[in-house]
C-alpha cells in the first residue's frame, strides 16, 4: 500500500476533473493563514480550508481547497494537495513510476525554484464535459524527503487560481 501512494494521490486528482469540474471565481484576497507541523511551514489563502492533514511513520498528506472544493468534496473549484514521504527505494520507484504515468498524458515540463531547491514541475490539461481542467505537480528532494505538490483547477480560472498556488509555492519552508 505505501508503494502506491504517489499513484493514489495521482489518479484521484484526475478522476476528480474527469467528473467534469466547474469553478466559481476564487477568492483572491491576499490575507493568509499559515500552515506550520511535520517540518512543513507554508501561507495558504485565508479563505481555503484544511480538508485532511494526516501524519503516519511514511509519511505526510496535506489537502487544502477553497470553498468551492470543501463544499462539492473536490468535484468543484480549486484545491492542493502536497505529500511528505522519508526517501527510501520504495518511495523514490513512486515517484519514478509517477513520472512515467504523468509523461504519458502529454503534459509540460519546467523546473522552478521552491523551498530552496530546484523542483520538477508538469503541468497538464485534460478536459472532459466541455471543461478544462488543470494539474499541476512539482516534486522535489531535500533533507532525505521527498515532495510532491499537486495544484488543481479549471485552466480557464488556472489564471485568477496563479496567485493563490505562488503563495503557497513561494512561502514553502521544509525542514
Known sequence: MKKYIFIVIALVGLVVLASGCTSTPGNNTTSTKTYNANGISFN???????????????????????VSFN???????NGVTMIKLAQNANSTTDLADLKTQLSSLNGTN????????????TTINLS???TTAQ??????QK??????????????DFQT?????????????VQ
Open 44 to 66: 495558504y489563502p485565508s479563505s481555503w480550508f484544511i480538508l485532511a492533514d494526516n501524519t503516519t511513520e511514511n509519511g505526510t498528506v496535506i489537502a487544502l481547497g477553497d
Open 71 to 77: 463544499q462539492t468534496n473536490g468535484t468543484q473549484g
Open 110 to 121: 519546467s523546473t522552478v525554484t521552491i523551498a530552496g531547491v530546484t523542483a520538477n514541475e
Open 128 to 130: 472532459s464535459n466541455n
Open 135 to 140: 494539474l499541476k505537480f512539482i516534486d522535489f
Open 143 to 156: 533533507n532525505n524527503f521527498q515532495y510532491l505538490i499537486q495544484y488543481v483547477t479549471v485552466s480557464s
Open 161 to 173: 487560481q496563479a496567485g493563490l498556488f505562488d503563495t503557497i509555492t513561494k512561502s514553502l519552508k
